[in-house]
């Protein structure tokens, strides 16, 4: 299971989908993530491998405030 932002993302849905649980990222946002990341947007988050939860983790903690920086 993919965990970014102190989120656990749902592994049976497409990451385009489950990056849309972090608190601040919607779906216009998820999918700049995915193509800074190069990232398949179809992709399960189940089927991430850590390499590409890694590119996620630093496109989203680089460029974007979520979860605990928003609600402050």
Do not use: W
């Not at 592994?11 to 946002?29: C, D, H, P, S």
């Not at 179809?42 to 903690?61: C, F, M, P």
């Amino acid at each position: 299971m993919a965990r970014i932002a102190g989120v656990d993302l749902p592994k049976n849905k497409k990451i385009l989908f489950g990056l849309q649980y972090i608190f601040g990222v919607g779906r216009t946002t998820s999918e700049y993530v995915l193509e800074k990341a190069k990232i398949n947007p179809n992709k399960k988050a189940g089927d991430l491998n850590e390499e590409e939860v890694a590119q996620i983790r630093a496109v989203l903690t680089g460029e974007i405030k979520v979860e605990g920086a928003l609600r402050s």
